[in-house]
């Protein structure tokens, strides 16, 4: 049975989780958050008291148990999705996701849940690493203003009251980390649409991707 990938890649805030939820509702197809992976990897290291500077201590991905639940991640039995959006966890996740052990055992993961189903995958380097003969590639962008105050917003929702000069600065301080990084940085596919969300509305941006997805099957 052919399936189909829709890789949507993207920096800190562009939107990207909420538009690749909103696609994968749209088209009845599994939607992956794989930040979420890196992040759970990073929760569960900081728990461990390990050193994130340390690779070789990473070696209990192997023994770690991913599931999705409704669009909720599971770890090792457990609902994680709350705390892995914590500051701590996204202060340190690019330094995680830059060992290549790691992106090496998720990126392996990844490949494998894509494999026989139709899929919406969001990340950094899904379009050009994880699923490189995906049908569909999109890079979502915005200008760094805009980005802060989404995450400004998303925090004060859920009564989290981070400045937002300072949600700026450790936006700036990730995008910084994951594109100039070794291992899979942060880049657009060659092939991907390249959208500018700075000005649209997420109705928008979902219809933009809905017209260039004509053919699914
Ligand atoms: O939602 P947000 O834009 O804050 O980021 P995320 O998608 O949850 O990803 C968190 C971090 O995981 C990123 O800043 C990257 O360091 C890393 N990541 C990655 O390296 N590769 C991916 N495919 C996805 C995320």
Redesign the pocket.
């Known amino acids: 049975m052919k399936t189909t990938q829709i890789a949507i890649d993207g920096?800190?805030?562009?939107g990207?989780?909420t538009i690749a939820r909103l696609v994968a509702d749209l088209f009845d197809f599994t939607y992956i958050?794989?930040?979420?992976m890196?992040?759970a990897i990073t929760l569960k290291a900081m728990r461990m008291n390990i050193e994130l500077v340390d690779e070789e201590a990473f070696g209990f991905l192997d023994d770690t148990e991913f599931s999705y639940v409704e669009g909720r991640l599971h770890m090792d039995g457990a609902d994680v999705s709350r705390d892995i959006r914590t500051r701590e966890v996204?202060n340190n996740?690019?330094l995680v996701?830059s060992h290549r052990l790691v992106?090496k055992k998720l990126v392996e993961r990844q490949k494998c849940i894509a494999k026989d189903q139709d899929i919406v995958m969001?990340?950094?380097?899904?379009g050009y690493n994880?699923l490189p003969a995906a049908d569909y590639k999109f890079f979502l962008t915005a200008n760094v203003k805009t980005r802060a105050l989404r995450r400004f917003r998303e925090n004060e929702e859920q009564g989290l009251h981070i400045p937002l000069e300072d949600l700026e600065s450790e936006i700036i301080a990730?995008d910084d980390?994951?594109t100039n990084r070794i291992h899979?940085p942060?880049k657009p596919a060659n092939d991907a649409v390249i959208i500018d969300t700075s000005n649209m509305r997420i109705e928008d941006v979902v219809k933009t991707i809905e017209s260039i997805v004509k053919e699914v099957d």
Request: charged content about 30%; glycine content about 10%; overall charge positive.
């Open positions: 920096p800190a805030g562009a990207k989780s958050d794989t930040g979420a890196y992040r996204s996740v690019s996701s992106r969001d990340g950094r380097d899904i994880v990730r980390f994951d899979s942060l």
